[in-house]
């Protein structure tokens, strides 16, 4: 068996002294593609054409090589000796070749197809995630009973302190103003975000009084420069108004400061009796957002006292 | 009138006693529970009065956990935003229930 490059063979007389005769050796020998191989001098056979024979690929197959010796070039009276050798076919002819290259395309082509579908998948639930925190925070807020129950209030602001009703509605319109501005954007500044969440925990405190404390503590220096998807820290705070207990005997606090790359935002615990029914569901989209965003995490913390939550401010 | 109102949002009970005055000069404003905790307490140390203004959804929780641990035998009148809970007010003693922003009709 000889592998496929080989397009040379060489006999050697087994005899002593018969390499002497070696120029005389006759041989030939016919492939399996019709070529014919012809002894040449020092008895090698190679494919007829002796200028080319280094570059041919001989087909693989059995191949009969038939020797003649003569020290007298009588060939026709000498006996024939036959060697019989295989070229084995070349390993990327092989099936199992044919079958791994196959194999391998395949895994390719369905590698950079499903690589394709993770992208478009991945897209989509960007696409998906962005819609749903609009919608939530929309739904929160053109919920109308946020709107009833800010106008009660402003009901008795305007028979007792028009000066204060007027405040409450530019605040109330300023923060319908920006929802409507901001909830369609990606990323909006810390600073816009701080202003909308100003108006609306003006309307929030006007309603639940001295209940309801916020401290807002941030680096000044990165208002401008850092970013944070819109309507964060207001669902965050609407969170903390929604499931704990608002009252003068049991207010709530809600601090929001920066801490290095984080914005903390944390507030007391005083859960209500009853779980609201959407309860996770806007934190839960937060975090996804962020996801998309950033490799920091969003991370959340709960002990009997408080409920943590630390966002990773977003530089450009 | 002894009127008990359980309110949890501060201008929302100042209008709401405004309104009630108006009505009835001669209202007895009882207290003003804002939750169902002060609520509890406050009906463990007192008769029961003889009207209660219930918002629905109090400091702590929803008004109905009150009916669950003491029975009201007053009248209810509910005052809320929210227009979901009125089959649930009307299997209590409730008389009204009344949609925030609350106005005198005419």
């Known amino acids: ?316 | 009138m002894r009127i008990l109102i359980l309110e949890d949002e501060e201008q929302a009970l100042l209008r709401l006693q405004k309104m009630i005055f108006k009505v009835i000069p001669d209202a007895v404003i009882l207290g003003t529970p804002s939750s169902i905790e002060e609520a509890m307490a406050w009906f463990q140390n007192n008769p029961m009065p003889e009207l209660i203004f219930m918002d629905i959804q109090l400091a702590d929780g929803t008004s109905f956990q009150v009916f669950n641990r003491i029975k009201i035998t007053c009248p209810v009148i509910f005052t809320t935003a929210y227009e979901n809970y009125a089959l649930q007010a009307f299997k209590v003693n409730s008389v009204d229930y009344l949609l925030k922003p609350l106005m005198k009709t005419m």
Request: hydrophobic content about 40%; some cysteine.
């Open chain 1, 1 to 316: 068996m000889l592998n496929p490059q080989k397009n040379i063979v060489q006999h050697y007389g087994a005899e002593s002294g018969f390499s002497e005769l070696q120029p005389n050796l006759n041989s030939i020998t016919k492939g399996p593609d019709g070529k014919i191989w012809i002894g040449t001098e020092n008895g090698i056979a190679c494919l007829n054409t002796l200028s080319s024979f280094a570059s041919y690929r001989p087909v693989a197959g059995k191949y009969k090589l038939k020797v003649r010796a003569s020290a007298n070039n009588y060939f026709d009276a000498a006996p024939i000796a036959f060697y019989h050798f295989t070229i084995s076919k070349s390993f990327w002819t092989t099936w199992w070749f044919y079958g791994l290259s196959v194999l391998l395309i395949a895994t390719i082509l369905y590698w950079i197809f499903m690589q394709r579908i993770r992208t478009i998948k991945k897209e989509k639930h960007i696409e998906q995630e962005k819609f749903q925190l609009q919608y939530d925070a929309l739904k929160n807020q053109v919920n109308p009973h946020f709107l009833f129950n800010s106008f009660n209030a402003l009901l008795n602001f305007v028979e007792d302190d028009p000066k204060e009703a007027s405040i409450l509605i530019k605040h109330l319109s300023l923060f319908y103003r920006k929802l409507t501005a901001y909830s369609q954007k990606e990323l909006i500044t810390l600073e816009e975000e701080l202003e909308l969440l100003d108006s609306y925990l003006f309307i929030q405190k006007k309603r639940y009084g001295s209940a309801l404390q916020v401290s807002i503590d941030i680096d000044p220096g990165i208002k401008k420069t850092s970013w944070i998807p819109p309507l964060v820290l207001q669902l965050l705070t609407e969170n903390a108004v929604k499931h704990n207990t608002v009252s003068k005997d049991k207010p709530l606090y809600i601090s929001i400061i920066t801490d290095q790359d984080q914005i903390v935002v944390r507030n007391t615990i005083n859960y209500k009796m009853e779980k609201e029914e959407s309860e996770g569901v806007g934190l839960k989209n937060i975090k996804n957002r962020y996801k998309l965003l950033t490799d920091r995490e969003v991370k959340q913390e709960e002990n009997n006292m408080e409920f943590i939550i630390r966002l990773p401010i977003i530089y450009n």
